[in-house]
């Protein structure tokens, strides 16, 4: 799917994407592009939901910290990655 911004930088996303994901959403800055994610009133509660208990007992800081450091290492990957390519 492909969208453009208007006039004043706003992104309109189809009524059947909101449907399905929710109207909030983050937006991440990765090197190579910008990715939005869907986000859940209560995200602790979409986890839960997702994981079921499986972080029962876990610090909402901590899971933040090990889904950041998961993260940086992913971006790291994939700019080396495209790097290799674009010498190649």
């Known amino acids: 799917m492909s ?5 004043r930088g706003r992104l309109y996303l189809p ?10 959403y983050r937006i991440v800055e990765l ?8 986000v859940d009133d209560d995200p602790l509660e979409g986890l839960r939901e997702a994981v ?6 876990t610090d909402a800081d901590e899971l933040k910290e090990q889904a950041r450091q998961a993260v940086s290492e992913e971006v790291e990957t994939e700019t080396r990655l495209r790097e290799t390519n674009r010498e190649s």
């Open 3 to 7: 969208k453009s911004t208007d006039e």
């Open 15 to 24: 009524k059947d994407v909101r449907d399905r994901f929710g109207e909030k």
């Open 31 to 38: 090197p190579s592009h910008v990715a939005l994610f869907p």
């Open 52 to 57: 079921g208990d499986t972080f029962e007992g």
